[in-house]
């Protein structure tokens, strides 16, 4: 039942990624309740997440299932197991059981729309380029052009790649994380974007964004996380809550005229536009940004802002 699946989706959506000349893409999420799994192919990497659920299942026997759908994996794309990386979404009893896949410092080098970016399949949950915004990525490389750009929340700086390719005047790529800005900055440097016009900023983006700043941007990416109360953020961050206030103080840094595009992975997320100050037009995108690769039309939700 599995194999019949995974051999029909991956012969439609190969078809439809050659045709675009897509190497990275999601080919299974979740499409039977009997195997919760999202897979992706990131050119002959196969990344593999466990959805979390409830089962019957004893650790060996939980085991031996997986096994049998990683054989089965394996065998639909041709890929060897030693290309297969299973991840957990949320953790489970019996971990211990796979240690055979805790592999570490698994890195790949990788295209999308003629850039590269190295991805990390080993040792974090995500591999560092969220599939997802394949389509929101290029919008926002549509619009860079002699634009000064602002990457909030930047994970491993992906946007900032697309906006320096689409000829941006100058990048400033912020996140809280030293990791991931290291790393944005080999994204960059690996497509020819070492000039001091890119700025990095390790940065509790909440506490930066309350700091008097005259600087105004004219494209802002901001891709929060739904919520976090990590140890080095000053604030909690709950989406929901929080989002009208940072719209606000985003845009209060924004250009007239300028551009903020905002997203979010929580399912239940309802944007509230009366508290919203200095917008021209607030645009939900989501259908236009969610890939045709993704049966999850609900992945993430986007917003195109224009401010006053």
């Excluded at 002959?44 to 659920?53: F, L, N, P, S, T």
């Excluded at 953790?91 to 805790?102: I, T």
Aim: hydrophobic fraction near 40%; proline fraction near 3%.
């Amino acid at each position: 039942m599995f194999a019949n699946r995974l051999t029909k989706v991956h012969k439609h959506i190969s078809k439809w990624a050659r045709r675009q000349g897509i190497s990275c893409y999601r080919v299974y999420d979740d499409d039977m309740p009997e195997f919760p799994f999202a897979i992706d192919l990131y050119e002959d990497i196969v990344h593999v997440a466990e959805y979390a659920r409830q089962h019957t299942l004893e650790p060996d026997e939980h085991a031996a299932w997986l096994d049998a759908c990683l054989e089965t994996i394996c065998r639909v794309f041709g890929v060897p197991l030693n290309r297969v990386y299973l991840k957990f979404r949320e953790r489970q009893k019996g971990l211990q059981q796979y240690d055979r896949f805790a592999r570490a410092g698994a890195e790949y080098l990788v295209r999308e729309n003629g850039l590269r970016f190295l991805i990390n399949a080993s040792d974090y949950l995500d591999t560092g380029l969220f599939l997802d915004h394949r389509n929101t990525r290029q919008r926002v490389r549509t619009e860079s052009e002699g634009k000064r750009v602002l990457n909030l929340f930047s994970y491993t700086g992906a946007f900032s790649v697309y906006a320096a390719a689409g000829g941006a005047a100058e990048t400033m790529t912020i996140d809280l994380s030293q990791t991931y800005l290291q790393w944005a900055v080999r994204n960059m440097e690996l497509n020819g974007f070492s000039g001091s016009e890119h700025k990095y900023l390790q940065a509790d983006i909440l506490q930066w964004l309350e700091t008097p700043d005259n600087a105004r941007w004219d494209v802002v990416v901001f891709d929060p996380p739904t919520f976090s109360n990590s140890k080095r953020m000053r604030d909690t961050l709950d989406i929901q809550r929080d989002h009208a206030m940072l719209l606000n103080r985003i845009l209060a840094r924004t250009a007239p005229g300028g551009v903020v595009y905002f997203s979010t992975n929580f399912r239940r997320f309802k944007i509230n536009e009366a508290e919203i100050r200095h917008a021209a037009s607030i645009t939900d995108i989501s259908r236009q940004t969610v890939p045709e690769d993704f049966r999850n039309k609900r992945i993430h939700q986007c917003f195109r802002i224009v401010r006053t």
